[in-house]
């Protein structure tokens, strides 16, 4: 088992890293070739695709994988209400997105068209309800055939469009084609291995039971991605595209290193049902080594690039945009509040705690809303990224107010102290054991 589960995370490291790197070089391109103000476009159009995104898994993916573990006997049933229900979700994202942008932009020339194409990616994203099936197999290998050659073509293509000295609208278009690639790789991918979806429509009685147990999940998605991305939308409101260009080059140097905790969660989650229920023992010690990697990387992360921030800024961005190296040095520190909540949230969901997962991006929400109305206008992007820093830390420690996930809140202080770099040296200390065990299997 322990091979498998390395095997899997392997898998899904290699397609988060191509994954971060596409990106980081796509949106360093794109920043010296648009400019501050239509790359601040560029980002506001993301912001709002996110953001809409999270309308669209009404099957919520923790409870998609786990309902093909428990019950494999109707996992063809389950997928094909899973699809179902994200295409349903996805026409409602589609038209939300499509209808803030033209609400954001009501003036800005070729604002439709933009518009029209971002609801195109939402509507062309059901398919990867597919991922789900091979996490609960532990087996991302096919997912990363599938999705890391769409990426890999809509990356040359986007290369291309700069070369030929493209509208903004092209890049904005391609988005859609990276959706349907990956969406056609993935089904041929699972009927290669000899299975197939169940006739459409699906019955509304499993639709009904796996929205029983999702709806806390689905709301606390679009809760989680408007704090995550309404600073966008608030700092392209009061100070304009040109400082959410500012803005976005600080970011894309900041949350590129967040696929680091994603890597681990999409591995961590399925395996975590079985090992709390099986060995609890086991599960307590997996909790307080993932909370002590993560809290010490970030902290190593975050140190160099404060460091680095301003050198980085200019040689990747250009002179236009030395401005975003202040925002970064403030906005890199959210690392820490981040990979410790995106682990926790792995074990709050184990233990069945859907509520107090769904309270804590509504507290970052609240938190992050009040603060950029307050440190926007004075501060413009730095105050953005001081709101996203302390808006973070809020959402990841309010489990500490519920007595029954207060532990949670006290084992990730604890790693963040020396205490928790000595968890680490401990485990370091025992790996060639466990490759011995390997090597042995």
């Not at 994202?93 to 803030?100: L, Q």
């Not at 681990?264 to 023992?281: A, D, E, F, K, M």
């Not at 953005?384 to 949670?408: G, K, Q």
């Not at 040296?425 to 011995?436: E, I, Q």
């Amino acid at each position: 088992m322990l091979r498998r589960i390395l095997t899997n995370m392997s898998w899904s490291s290699a397609e988060q890293l191509v994954r971060m790197l596409a990106g980081l070089i796509t949106s360093i391109w794109l920043a010296r070739y648009l400019g501050p103000e239509q790359f601040g476009t560029y980002s506001l159009v993301l912001s709002t695709i996110a953001i809409a995104s999270s309308l669209v898994p009404l099957a919520a993916d923790q409870i998609v994988q786990r309902e093909l573990i428990h019950t494999p006997d109707r996992n063809a049933q389950v997928l094909s209400a899973a699809i179902f229900m994200r295409a349903s979700g996805a026409v409602l994202a589609a038209g939300v997105a499509a209808t803030a942008i033209d609400w954001l932009r009501p003036t800005q020339p070729g604002v439709h068209p933009l518009a029209l194409f971002a609801g195109l990616v939402l509507l062309l994203s059901p398919l990867d309800a597919l991922t789900n099936w091979f996490a609960s197999q532990l087996n991302q290998r096919p997912v990363f055939f599938a999705k890391v050659p769409a990426l890999l073509i809509v990356f040359a293509v986007r290369l291309g469009l700069i070369a030929l000295g493209a509208p903004l609208l092209a890049f904005v278009a391609i988005l859609s084609l990276e959706m349907a690639l990956s969406g056609i790789a993935l089904l041929s991918a699972y009927r290669g291995t000899g299975h197939h979806l169940a006739a459409m429509p699906p019955s509304p009685e499993l639709r009904r039971a796996i929205w029983r147990d999702s709806w806390p999940l689905v709301i606390a998605g679009i809760t989680s991605m408007l704090y995550l991305k309404i600073d966008v939308l608030m700092l392209a409101a009061v100070k304009g595209d040109a400082a959410v260009g500012i803005y976005g080059a600080a970011t894309r140097l900041s949350e590129v290193w967040y696929a680091i905790p994603m890597i681990v969660s999409v591995s961590l989650q399925p395996v975590l049902y079985g090992l709390r229920q099986n060995n609890p023992t086991a599960y307590a010690s997996t909790r307080t080594l993932v909370y002590a990697l993560m809290a010490w990387s970030a902290l190593a992360i975050a140190a160099g690039v404060t460091v680095l921030a301003a050198p980085v800024s200019e040689l990747l961005f250009g002179p236009k945009f030395l401005p975003s190296a202040s925002v970064l040095q403030v906005h890199i520190w959210a690392c820490i509040p981040m990979f410790l909540g995106v682990a926790d949230a792995c074990f709050l969901i184990a233990e069945g705690r859907i509520k107090t997962a769904m309270a804590r991006p509504l507290v970052g929400l609240i938190t992050n809303v009040a603060l950029n109305a307050a440190l926007i206008p004075p501060l413009g992007a730095v105050g953005a990224a001081i709101a996203t820093l302390v808006s973070y830390s809020a959402a990841t420690f309010c489990v500490a107010i519920p007595p029954r996930s207060r532990p949670h809140a006290l084992a990730m202080a604890r790693a963040l102290t020396p205490a928790g770099l000595l968890d680490i040296v401990r485990w370091v200390g025992t790996l060639p054991a466990v490759k011995s065990r390997l090597d042995l299997t």
